[in-house]
């Protein structure tokens, strides 16, 4: 979120004034010093305390073996795997892809406080639609920032770039709360914090899939992005039909 925004820059200048590998060195250790000085003010609540020492309904609550055989699992994996790498197609970019159509590199920034606020949304969506309309409604946001980024190339209008790249990062962001909520009302509270911790494993093939595919298409059209906003579409479209097949899934399951 504002951490990107905020960051983003200080850590260019960084780079500017001491190099890549230096910079890295000393954000380590920042890491370090900050998680080990915030570790002494994080305490669990007391509802949390008492929440872990009830009984849980067993009828809900899978083990994360029985996650892995269960198809629901895998099949929203894969639709983590094709929204994370249609939005990690611009992500990485979003600052050179503003300044290409024309706009202050600052406003591809932005894009990471847009990736803050499509946790919070999707988040809250999901706490009052649940699964079906909720990754549907994601599924819409990223195919919406393909379409309006390629609708901006083609016109060559600015705003159409920037509020595609900002739908995006909205889309991008919704993945991470999804996949909680989704582990959790799917497969229980009991196991919730292995069961996550492997939902999130989708990041590491969208991580590759993602910018190896931008990059290859970038380098086809010379230079061009056009390829890279279909593919995000592509990708989105692909998304849906995992969708359509996931519901399916989990409604046989009740």
Known sequence: GFGGLLFGGLVSILIDNVGLFAAFRILSVAAVI???AGSFFMKASKEIVQESDREYDGRNNLKTGEMLRDSRFWLFILWSVLLNSAGLLVINSAANIAFVYGAPTLFGLFVSVF???GRVILGGAFDKYRRKITLLLDTVFVFTAGALLISGDFTNHL????IGLFVTG???GGVPAIT?????????SKFFPANFSLATFSLIPAAVIGPMVSSLLIEKSNGSYSSTFVMIMV????GGIVWYFLNKCADSKK
């Open 34 to 36: 900050i998680l080990v």
């Open 115 to 117: 990736n803050g606020a």
């Open 180 to 188: 909680s909520a989704f582990v959790h009302s799917e497969f229980g």
């Open 159 to 162: 705003w159409l770039i920037l």
């Open 235 to 238: 990708l989105a479209f692909c």
């Open 170 to 172: 909205i889309g991008y």
